[in-house]
């Protein structure tokens, strides 16, 4: 039994006395004083478990003492107060706990009372110092938390990059149910001018659903930096939540990108309400559904990455919003539904879309604490080419390192499953590629390697892309040939040289295909919205020397960037 410290005051030193060896038999020790000045001196010095004080005493009464007791206790431990009183009158009493007293004993004192309720208030304090204890732990934990909190707010703040958040013909809106958001937007324009964004939507609130998003966020980045293509960067993402998340925290997410050069919008998605297609006076011209499980569900053999393709034939914009928007309450138990979301943005001007929406979302919610986060992300896809907004400079920039040389073969089974041109991109910067060139290198690669895989490889005929509903059926029939692709070769050689005006990029891919006659090709018509027949016209006005080689199935490039190279070697060029 834990022993008690007693404080007694009475100006009867008998009294007092006979309480302080009472107190001593019982195993408590006890101090005694004869007035209220000595006794707030004793209790500003040390602790005590227990006092008892008399009603009556010269100078300072029990009363007036019994309340700067309990102002010197405020903030610490409580000790409980017994007054000692001659008067055992109802109204005594109750003076005596208004004051501050816990509990009241009639004189001549009842020892046997005494110690009833020294023990009574003994497991009363035992109970008080657990209760302390348990609240300091949680202030402790609370601090813990509230660091942890901090910590990943700030890592989630460094992980997004909000200048491409705010990039031209991008809007966004993400509002936590916590404090910090399950949900994440990522945006990214790669080299070659394409546009990726991405909706990820973690399982559960706040902290856990938070953290479970910090190995999707780069590896996003570092794919669409490079231009990598959609269906590979989802299985990547899906491979990554499931090597570093727990097996039940799984990641919703849609993905999407758009290429302005060929007016085609590509969505993949996984979890997260259809995703919609709007024109430019709202009205919805198609709707991406997700036809996919979450990223973290399934092993990388049985992960499904195939993706929508869409055609712009007019300025659109694509709309990508969590559950957590829809499935919002208003006061009655209403969600904001599909309908509703759809009705908000009829007659609204893009530009006014996001903020138009965000009035009627939380005048519905008229109050109601938001139950789920609730983010939107609203891409433009415009059909003119500069509204697309200027490309970001990227950092970490590699300076030319002069002259050098690659080469590759590709087989069918690499054709079929690797995404090359940006393993290819990336050896071009790591080796020295003139960071003016990036972007030019990284279009022109990847016209020609996709002229040579889908005609030359594949032998698809571009016609079919401007037949009724074309482009779609060309990329159903592409995905077919590939897959059932037993044969074909691919080869890639670049090389960058100082001549004595700048640095010349030279690019030849050469395939396995039965090749074709230059001059039988029609060149397309500029005012046409036709989606074929516009790769080498591309090529052939970003680059000083474009030729087609050998049976039409080999194409050589060389693309000029100017710039200060005194003494470097001459190099002469000649167009076809």
């Given at each position: 039994?834990?022993?008690?410290?007693?404080?007694?005051?009475?100006?009867?030193?008998?009294?007092?006395?006979?309480?302080?060896?009472?107190?001593?038999?019982?195993?408590?020790?006890?101090?005694?004083?004869?007035?209220?000045?000595?006794?707030?001196?004793?209790?500003?010095?040390?602790?005590?478990?227990?006092?008892?004080?008399?009603?009556?005493?010269?100078?300072?009464?029990?009363?007036?003492?019994?309340?700067?007791?309990?102002?010197?206790?405020?903030?610490?431990?409580?000790?409980?107060?017994?007054?000692?009183?001659?008067?055992?009158?109802?109204?005594?009493?109750?003076?005596?706990?208004?004051?501050?007293?816990?509990?009241?004993?009639?004189?001549?004192?009842?020892?046997?009372?005494?110690?009833?309720?020294?023990?009574?208030?003994?497991?009363?304090?035992?109970?008080?110092?657990?209760?302390?204890?348990?609240?300091?732990?949680?202030?402790?934990?609370?601090?813990?938390?509230?660091?942890?909190?901090?910590?990943?707010?700030?890592?989630?703040?460094?992980?997004?990059?909000?200048?491409?958040?705010?990039?031209?013909?991008?809007?966004?809106?993400?509002?936590?149910?916590?404090?910090?958001?399950?949900?994440?937007?990522?945006?990214?324009?790669?080299?070659?001018?394409?546009?990726?964004?991405?909706?990820?939507?973690?399982?559960?609130?706040?902290?856990?659903?938070?953290?479970?998003?910090?190995?999707?966020?780069?590896?996003?980045?570092?794919?669409?930096?490079?231009?990598?293509?959609?269906?590979?960067?989802?299985?990547?993402l899906n491979q990554q939540n499931r090597q570093y998340n727990p097996?039940?925290?799984?990641?919703?997410?849609?993905?999407?990108?758009?290429?302005?050069?060929?007016?085609?919008?590509?969505?993949?998605?996984?979890?997260?309400?259809?995703?919609?297609?709007?024109?430019?006076?709202?009205?919805?011209?198609?709707?991406?559904?997700?036809?996919?499980?979450?990223?973290?569900?399934?092993?990388?053999?049985?992960?499904?990455?195939?993706?929508?393709?869409?055609?712009?034939?007019?300025?659109?914009?694509?709309?990508?919003?969590?559950?957590?928007?829809?499935?919002?309450?208003?006061?009655?138990?209403?969600?904001?539904?599909?309908?509703?979301?759809?009705?908000?943005?009829?007659?609204?001007?893009?530009?006014?879309?996001?903020?138009?929406?965000?009035?009627?979302?939380?005048?519905?919610?008229?109050?109601?604490?938001?139950?789920?986060?609730?983010?939107?992300?609203?891409?433009?896809?415009?059909?003119d080419l500069h509204s697309t907004g200027p490309e970001l400079e990227?950092?970490?920039?590699?300076?030319?390192?002069?002259?050098?040389?690659?080469?590759?073969?590709?087989?069918?089974?690499?054709?079929?499953?690797?995404?090359?041109?940006?393993?290819?991109?990336?050896?071009?910067?790591?080796?020295?590629?003139?960071?003016?060139?990036?972007?030019?290198?990284?279009?022109?690669?990847?016209?020609?390697?996709?002229?040579?895989?889908?005609?030359?490889?594949?032998?698809?005929?571009?016609?079919?892309?401007?037949?009724?509903?074309?482009?779609?059926?060309?990329?159903?029939?592409?995905?077919?040939?590939?897959?059932?692709?037993?044969?074909?070769?691919?080869?890639?050689?670049?090389?960058?040289?100082?001549?004595?005006?700048?640095?010349?990029?030279?690019?030849?891919?050469?395939?396995?295909?039965?090749?074709?006659?230059?001059?039988?090709?029609?060149?397309?018509?500029?005012?046409?919205?036709?989606?074929?027949?516009?790769?080498?016209?591309?090529?052939?006005?970003?680059?000083?020397?474009?030729?087609?080689?050998?049976?039409?199935?080999?194409?050589?490039?060389?693309?000029?960037?100017?710039?200060?190279?005194?003494?470097?070697?001459?190099?002469?060029?000649?167009?076809?």
């Amino acid at each position: 039994m834990k022993s008690l410290r007693l404080l007694v005051v009475d100006d009867d030193r008998l009294i007092g006395e006979a309480i302080q060896e009472f107190a001593a038999s019982l195993g408590h020790t006890a101090v005694y004083v004869n007035g209220g000045s000595e006794a707030l001196t004793q209790f500003s010095k040390q602790e005590f478990d227990l006092v008892l004080l008399d009603r009556v005493m010269p100078g300072m009464d029990g009363l007036e003492l019994a309340g700067k007791l309990r102002r010197l206790q405020q903030g610490g431990a409580w000790c409980p107060l017994i007054m000692l009183s001659g008067f055992s009158e109802v109204d005594e009493q109750i003076e005596a706990l208004n004051a501050g007293c816990d509990d009241f004993l009639a004189k001549p004192i009842n020892f046997h009372v005494l110690e009833a309720k020294i023990h009574a208030f003994r497991r009363t304090a035992d109970l008080q110092a657990q209760i302390s204890r348990k609240n300091r732990e949680l202030i402790r934990l609370r601090e813990a938390q509230e660091e942890e909190k901090r910590i990943a707010q700030h890592l989630m703040a460094r992980l997004v990059r909000n200048e491409y958040l705010n990039y031209p013909g991008v809007q966004h809106m993400i509002y936590p149910a916590s404090l910090l958001s399950g949900d994440l937007l990522l945006v990214c324009p790669s080299h070659n001018g394409d546009t990726y964004v991405m909706l990820a939507d973690a399982t559960g609130h706040g902290l856990p659903a938070a953290i479970t998003l910090i190995p999707l966020s780069q590896t996003f980045y570092a794919m669409a930096g490079k231009g990598f293509q959609l269906a590979s960067i989802a299985a990547e993402l899906n491979q990554q939540n499931r090597q570093y998340n727990p097996v039940d925290r799984f990641v919703a997410a849609a993905l999407a990108v758009f290429r302005p050069r060929e007016h085609i919008l590509e969505v993949w998605n996984g979890g997260i309400p259809p995703a919609l297609l709007l024109s430019e006076d709202g009205q919805v011209l198609r709707t991406f559904a997700s036809r996919n499980v979450p990223l973290g569900v399934l092993p990388a053999e049985e992960f499904i990455n195939e993706t929508e393709l869409c055609q712009i034939r007019e300025d659109a914009q694509l709309i990508l919003y969590s559950d957590g928007l829809i499935e919002g309450c208003n006061p009655a138990g209403e969600q904001f539904g599909k309908q509703r979301l759809l009705d908000v943005f009829k007659g609204v001007a893009p530009k006014q879309r996001l903020e138009h929406l965000r009035r009627k979302a939380f005048s519905y919610l008229d109050g109601q604490p938001i139950q789920d986060d609730l983010s939107c992300l609203l891409l433009d896809c415009p059909m003119d080419l500069h509204s697309t907004g200027p490309e970001l400079e990227r950092q970490g920039v590699v300076a030319a390192f002069g002259q050098w040389h690659f080469s590759v073969s590709l087989g069918f089974e690499q054709l079929k499953h690797l995404d090359i041109v940006p393993l290819l991109v990336s050896w071009g910067q790591a080796l020295g590629l003139d960071q003016r060139m990036r972007s030019t290198f990284n279009l022109v690669l990847s016209e020609l390697i996709s002229n040579a895989l889908d005609h030359g490889v594949l032998e698809l005929a571009s016609s079919i892309k401007g037949e009724v509903d074309g482009f779609e059926r060309y990329m159903d029939e592409r995905g077919r040939r590939l897959q059932a692709l037993q044969h074909g070769q691919i080869e890639v050689e670049v090389e960058q040289k100082e001549v004595r005006d700048g640095r010349l990029l030279q690019v030849t891919v050469c395939d396995s295909g039965k090749g074709f006659d230059l001059q039988t090709l029609t060149p397309p018509d500029p005012a046409s919205l036709a989606y074929h027949g516009r790769g080498l016209q591309l090529i052939k006005a970003l680059s000083q020397t474009l030729e087609i080689r050998g049976r039409g199935n080999e194409v050589f490039v060389e693309l000029h960037c100017p710039g200060s190279t005194a003494g470097a070697p001459d190099t002469n060029t000649q167009s076809m």
